[in-house]
Nanobody
């Protein structure tokens, strides 16, 4: 089993920055994909950014150039640095880990961007 604990959400003004963290514990394999998703009220959950074990990343078009995903394999932690935040970035952000035998989710952390 894998447990994911997110932190770093909050309220920020448009143009501001936040850094989300997600610490994974339990049976973490070295070969996995770690990602951030978000879900705004009334909308479907969407992929924000993903990083795999070798460091390759991909981003949603809406966040390219503003958000950066990174990981610390020694700490089994994934980060999401969010800059130039916009009101439309307001959502619950979820951490996700996919590895052999499992697909795991955190409980979510609220990010609210005021205009």
């Amino acid at each position: 089993q894998v447990q994911l604990v997110e932190s770093g959400g909050g309220l920020v003004q448009a143009g501001g920055s936040l850094r989300l963290s997600c610490a994974a514990s339990g049976s973490i394999f070295s070969n996995n994909a770690m990602a951030w998703y978000r879900q705004a009220p009334g909308k479907q959950r969407e992929l924000v950014a993903r990083i795999i074990s070798d460091g390759r990343t991909n981003y949603a078009d809406s966040v390219k150039g503003r958000f950066t995903i990174s990981r610390d394999n020694a700490k089994n932690t994934v980060y999401l640095q969010m800059n130039s935040l916009k009101p439309e970035d307001t959502a619950v952000y979820y951490c996700n880990v996919v590895q052999r035998g499992g697909d795991y989710w955190g409980q979510g952390t609220q990010v609210t961007v005021s205009s």
